[in-house]
T-cell receptor
Framework: EAGVTQFPSHSVIEKGQTVTLRCDPI?????LYWYRRVMGKEIKFLLH????????ESGMPNNRFLAERTGGTYSTLKVQPAELEDSGVYFC???????????FGPGTRLTVT | GQQLNQSPQSMFIQEGEDVSMNCTSS?????WLWYKQDPGEGPVLLIA?????ELTSNGRLTAQFGITRKDSFLNISASIPSDVGIYFC????????????FGQGTTLQVKP
């Protein structure tokens, strides 16, 4: 069974540009989470999808961040326009309904210069 | 907001030594979890704790859910070089299906 995959693995963009991160959860997992780790700090929750619906988006930093999960399969996280403080590693995790464990992808390292 | 205080921030130990790290919070959690992150990978679940006072082992790893539900520790016995990585504690507040709240991480280095 394939794990959670994320694309790209690294992205370097300039301040003001737009970046879109993609997450493909484990097949059949209805729950999809986005997290972010800024350098040296804790991993912070961004939002939680159940299928295509946003269950909890309390961690989204501001309206420059837009997450979508059309069709309830893969998800995208767009940052527009990117700011320097958006740099960090963005993790996606998925979970099967009825089970507790969240499986994490390898992350996308975003650097905004 | 909710915060988990994880310590120590980093450890450099000799192979064969035991390791202990812990997390504390001012808030109660219903579930405590311990994850390990290897370079270039995402966090992988090591141990999950669901009841206050619960003590659970997974090989050389032992973790406990504090009786007050505000803390947890992770012990690694007889460390080996592949134990190197970043260890995170995480808690779930209201249900065990929702968001995880992470500690700052403990970076472990093991000298052969």
């Amino acid at each position: 069974e394939a794990g959670v995959t994320q694309f790209p693995s690294h992205s370097v963009i300039e301040k003001g540009q737009t970046v879109t991160l993609r997450c493909d959860p484990i097949s059949g997992h209805d729950n999809l989470y986005w997290y972010r780790r800024v350098m040296g700090k804790e991993i912070k929750f961004l939002l939680h999808f159940v299928k295509e619906s946003k269950q909890d988006e309390s961690g989204m930093p501001n309206n420059r961040f837009l997450a979508e999960r059309t069709g309830g399969t893969y998800s995208t996280l767009k940052v527009q326009p990117a700011e320097l403080e958006d740099s960090g590693v963005y993790f996606c995790a998925s979970r099967s309904t009825g089970l507790y464990e969240q499986y994490f992808g390898p992350g996308t390292r975003l650097t905004v210069t | 907001g909710q915060q988990l205080n994880q310590s120590p921030q980093s450890m450099f130990i000799q192979e064969g030594e035991d390791v202990s790290m812990n997390c504390t919070s001012s808030s109660i959690f219903n579930t405590w979890l311990w994850y390990k992150q290897d370079p270039g990978e995402g966090p992988v679940l090591l141990i999950a704790l669901y009841k206050a006072g619960e003590l659970t082992s997974n090989g050389r790893l032992t973790a406990q859910f504090g009786i007050t539900r505000k803390d947890s520790f992770l012990n690694i016995s007889a460390s080996i070089p592949s134990d190197v990585g970043i260890y995170f504690c995480a808690g779930q507040r209201t249900s065990n299906t929702g968001k995880l709240i992470f500690g700052q991480g403990t970076t472990l280095q093991v000298k052969p």
